[in-house]
């Protein structure tokens, strides 16, 4: 055991908070790309993986579901990271210096509304979290960052303006991935199953595959369809369901699917969380 947990980006990345808030008895281990994080539990470097999946405000993210299934990783739990973007400068700076803020693609357009008010440019970082590292190192009181406070904390960088997104609920739903699957927990609140499967290439075989849960009373949370290698033929979907594949609905709803798909992978059973809504 190595007691790390593995995350995409530099540390203060949402993801490391997500670390820190889901498992604070582990080290984080920061990791340049998604593959790298799972490369880092599969070799032994972690013992589990942080991967977003999904945002609230700009939906799902790019690459995860085409990675899990060949990851060799399982879900054990899921965690929830409400999204507070902070404008972080280097000491005594004060806000009406800033004319500009550096921070990921995706944060830029969640608070404009707070740039434009007080007139300052954004501009595009490779990673929010490298943007708060940049600005620490070019202390230019003119330059800011949009980014976490545990990012500021790190870089020892002041917060000019809390929480300054334009949207109140922006939130990011991680997956917490090991190497080893967990079958026997029961939760408190129930449990999630995650799957990915291809249909089977005749009539009406999706809503065929779907009516097992909906004989069986089991609510599904999430359906999404991807393609395979680029190919517009070759569909494969990914979905949770609430409850465990040991329930007698739940068995019944896969073996009905199981008639209908080409291919079906249990990517984890985990216990659902009290931030899920």
Request: aromatic share 6%.
């Amino acid at each position: 055991m190595t007691n790390r947990i593995a995350f995409q980006g530099e540390p203060g990345a949402y993801s490391h908070e997500a670390c820190r808030d889901a498992r604070p008895d582990m080290e984080p281990l920061p990791c340049r790309t998604f593959e790298d994080v799972i490369e880092a539990v599969r070799g032994g470097k972690a013992d589990l993986a942080m991967l977003p999946v999904e945002n609230t405000t700009y939906g799902r993210v790019a690459d995860i579901h085409r990675l899990l299934p060949h990851s060799g990783l399982h879900i054990i739990d899921e965690a929830f990271v409400r999204v507070h973007i902070n404008l972080l400068a280097v000491p005594g700076t004060t806000l009406d210096q800033v004319r500009e803020a550096h921070s990921h693609l995706v944060l830029l357009p969640q608070c404009a509304g707070f740039l434009r008010e007080h007139g300052i440019t954004g501009r595009v970082s490779p990673d929010n979290a490298r943007a708060a590292r940049e600005i620490a190192e070019r202390a230019d009181p003119a330059v800011a960052a949009l980014a976490s406070e545990l990012a500021g904390e790190i870089y020892g960088l002041d917060v000019l303006a809390r929480h300054i997104e334009d949207q109140g609920n922006n939130t990011t739903r991680f997956l917490i991935m090991s190497r080893e699957a967990d079958m026997t927990r029961r939760g408190d609140h129930g449990m999630i199953t995650s799957f990915v499967f291809q249909v089977r290439n005749i009539p009406a075989a999706l809503y065929k595959a779907m009516g097992g849960f909906a004989t069986n009373g089991i609510n599904m949370t999430k359906l999404e369809s991807y393609m395979v290698d680029g190919s517009f033929t070759a569909t494969q979907f990914y979905a949770d369901i609430e409850g465990h594949p040991e329930d007698p609905n739940v068995q019944l709803a896969l073996e009905e699917l199981s008639y209908f798909t080409a291919e079906l992978e249990i990517l984890g059973v985990y216990p659902t969380t009290r931030q899920r809504s």
